[in-house]
């Protein structure tokens, strides 16, 4: 179900240049200003008693909602074609929040495998331990095991499409299709592809969720999360799991988000594009052994990508062509250009290697069972030129 009119390529750019037409109304500002203020007062009893009556919209106190935290939901909401959006402090505040809102001690819930580490952990490690909620993790790759691991109690399927770790899509469509008559809710991490590049909302899921301090903030300057759905389900989570977790974001960072997000499909294709480049120039190296990148037609799933999503973005992995640790290192270490470093979907070029932090917090062979390896690395690309990025792997690529 979509909730709004969908909008074209042009109307977004338009509508995000300008922000429906919403600027300061007393200066006429063209940057919106930043409400910098913790709480707000009334005229008397009866305007502060309508704000409570009215409390998801009016704001009266900073945790419940700031003025330009509120206009950045707004703008996201439309970008997204949801009735509304909430925005938290991190994006993984919003996937804890969407969780908790979403289930019960006793409850099941069903997750694709590969997806972003801290999430994973708290489906398998802090809910169960805690709530009393049990996890099980299917592959991406089959869309009739997500059904076949619903169980009567399973309330939540949680999907990362692309995942993070392994770039496998899930069909969100075919998921919602086979479960649209039992009481299960769909969430989907989005972060990857973006609301430019796919509508989880309109393919049938219940809630939508973003990382914006990747490519929605885009600048590297921001930790932020976001929470789009229809708006009873919304206003539930902002009465309960916002108000009383409070983990909501901060008028600044609302400001920040709102600069990136006015660049965002310029940024988006010039990610798209440079990440293919990088990507195909990658696929035909002697010294690589594959590359996991859903725009590529050598992706196993490229027909799914084609399908449900309208472009890629720029986060994807390679291997090595050497499982030798110091050579990998060698490699890692003569990257110029490239930072070292986690995150991603800002302006600069980043690679990481999952087994930096595998081998600290896990097994070698739990590591292997996840499907990683030791020459596993995966990128970011930016918004350099792609030809100094490719030189500057070519260059490190000697180094193995
Ligand atoms: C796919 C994905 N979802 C969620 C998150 C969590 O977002 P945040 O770091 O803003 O809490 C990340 C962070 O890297 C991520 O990669």
Redesign the pocket.
Known sequence: MSFSEDLSDAEIATYLARYLGRADQVFGAAAPPIYQTSTHTFENWDALSNAFDDRINTPFYGRQLNPTVQLAEQVLARLAGAERARLFG??????TAALLASLKTGDHLVAVNG??G??GRFLSSWLPQKAGVTTSFVSAMDCDAFVQACTSRTRVIYL?TPS?GHFELQDIAGIAEAVKDRDIRIIV?N??ATPLRQRPLALGAHLE??????YLGGHSDL???VLLGNAELIEAITNDEAELLGARLAPQDAWLLLRGLRTLPLRLDAHERNGLIVAEWLAAHAKVSRVSHPGLASHPQHELAKRQMSGSSSLFSFALASEDLAAVKRFFNALQLFGRG???GGHESLIFAPAISAIKEQSAERFKAMGFSISDMRISVGLEHPEDLIADLEQALQAL
């Open positions: 991190s994006g993984m505040a919003a996937i997806i972003y801290p999430a990362e993070s991490d972060t990857w969720i973003h990382s914006a301090s990747k930790i932020a999360g986690v995150s991603w």
